[in-house]
């Protein structure tokens, strides 16, 4: 990386599809954000300014609170410089900027400690000592997560707070993670240290205590003020790229590669053993199940299709509603039983144009593009909260690979909120169409999410 350079937050800056599309972050290894605080007797945010402590860092920290695990956010400015050019007197935007990163913090978790040092917004590279002798008061002689801006990320202040946090590591047991908060602003992913990152799942609870973490912070989501210089510093362009369902960490040492843990044999035995349970575990005769299959259907733009690809088709009810307008269909599922079952019945007899597959996105999707098809609809009915965040952004950029000129893709999930899966449909929703755009159909009612991208009605 050639340096920090000049950015303005007013600049639309790189968009999520440039960032979340590229193909490398399939090497990027993952893992939750509660297995990475697990191993930690101690977690500390360094925080140059308010609301760095939950742009950043924030899923990390309210997972770590929810563990139970003590967890600490230094703040080493107020912020009093955040709007050079406004009406507010820096001393008064001071006061109001300590109220919003209180309460923000509270919205991460109610354990965690604020430590507020005082020093001069934009000044810091001249308090690094401080701001790192303040850590390892805290840290002692504990094995602590600390975490601090990435050092390359184009503010000055950043760029100190990371050399605290790495003289930390030299003086203590604790390890350091680096979290890029403004790159993704400037810079384009070539400027990434690939071999660095790691990718950090968040679940349903920590995106919602990041979201009104970040919300808390209103001097810089909403106009400080009616003045020129009292503008949104933190607008929508900027916040939806701490609305994502990871966060990205750099390792202060290379990350070896290795390949991601498959899941796939547990969850592929969880959903089998349901099915042996329970031949119909969904209910696909109730009305949710029978509605929301006429409304995928309803909304497609095509009367007929050329190839199709069913991912989730459990036993195939929405299959074999596609089976009438497709030319041929590849069905996925991960569960055996439940791809034995559709086999069985007999409209699958009647409907020789679909195959069976058994496998588990986004693992059968990088097999699937090996054969070089393409695919005029993809449909995902109800996996994507199945999946973990890193799992889902894959299993994106390989639908955009396996998609035709002008294909579709539908997605279709309950809206409510879930339980024991790694994400929800609104999560889902949202981190879809932060990449791809506004969908061509758009429908939510009180127990659907229905978003159709791509294709055009004749």
């Known amino acids: 990386m050639s340096g920090p350079r000049p950015f303005d937050a007013a600049d639309p800056g790189t968009d999520e599809a440039t960032w979340l599309l590229d193909p490398r972050w ?9 297995d ?12 140059p300014h308010p609301d760095d402590e939950s742009l950043g860092p924030g899923g990390v920290l309210a997972a770590a609170a929810a563990a139970g695990i003590p967890t600490h956010v230094v703040l080493a400015s107020d912020g009093e410089r955040s709007h050079p050019q406004g009406s507010t007197d820096p001393a008064a935007l001071a006061a109001v900027r300590r109220e919003e990163v209180a309460a923000a913090v509270a919205h991460l978790g109610a354990s965690v400690e604020l430590h507020r040092l005082a020093l001069p917004d934009g000044g810091l590279a001249d308090h690094v000592e401080t701001m790192a002798a303040a850590v390892v008061d805290l840290v002692g002689d504990r094995l602590a997560l600390v975490l601090a801006p990435w050092r390359e990320d184009g503010h000055p202040d950043h760029h100190a707070a990371a050399d605290a946090a790495c003289l930390v590591e030299r003086t203590t047991q604790a390890q350091v993670a680096l979290v890029p908060v403004w790159l993704w602003h400037w810079a384009t992913p070539d400027e990434l240290p690939w071999d660095q990152l790691e990718l950090v799942d968040l679940g349903p609870a920590e995106l919602r205590a990041k979201a009104a973490a970040v919300a808390s912070h209103r001097s810089q989501v909403e ?10 510093l933190l607008g929508q362009h900027v916040r939806v790229r701490f609305e994502r369902v990871v966060e990205t960490i750099i390792r202060t ?5 290795i390949p991601r843990e498959d899941g796939s044999w547990e969850r592929g035995a969880a959903f089998d053993a349901m099915y042996a349970a329970d031949d119909d575990p969904w209910d696909f005769g109730s009305w949710y199940e029978r509605r929301k299959r006429a409304l995928t259907l309803a909304v497609l733009a095509k009367e007929r299709y050329g190839r199709v690809l069913d991912l989730g088709c459990a036993t195939g009810e929405l299959t074999h509603g596609l089976a009438g307008r ?13 791809l034995e079952m559709a086999r069985a019945r007999p409209p699958a007899r009647s409907a020789p144009q679909v195959r069976w597959v058994q496998g588990e996105c986004p693992d059968v999707l990088r097999e699937l593009l090996e054969t070089g098809e393409v695919y005029d609809l993809v449909v995902l009915s109800e996996i994507g909260y199945f999946l973990t965040g890193s799992e889902l952004l894959s299993t994106l950029r390989s639908v955009r690979r396996l998609l035709a000129d002008g294909g579709e893709l539908v997605l279709v999930h309950w809206s409510h909120p879930t339980a024991d899966i790694p994400l929800d449909g609104v999560a889902v929703h949202a981190q879809v169409r932060s990449v791809l755009g506004e969908p061509r159909v758009a429908y939510r009612d009180a127990d659907v999410l229905l978003d159709v991208y791509g294709g055009q009605v004749r």
């Open 26 to 34: 399939d090497t990027v290894p993952s893992t939750s954000a509660a």
């Open 36 to 47: 990475l605080v697990a191993p930690f007797e101690q977690v500390v945010v360094i925080a």
């Open 223 to 232: 106009p400080l003020g009616p003045g020129h210089g009292d503008g949104v």
């Open 253 to 257: 040492t290379p990350l070896p590669r």
């Open 326 to 338: 497709a030319d041929a269909i590849t069905a996925v599922d991960l569960s055996e039983s439940a």
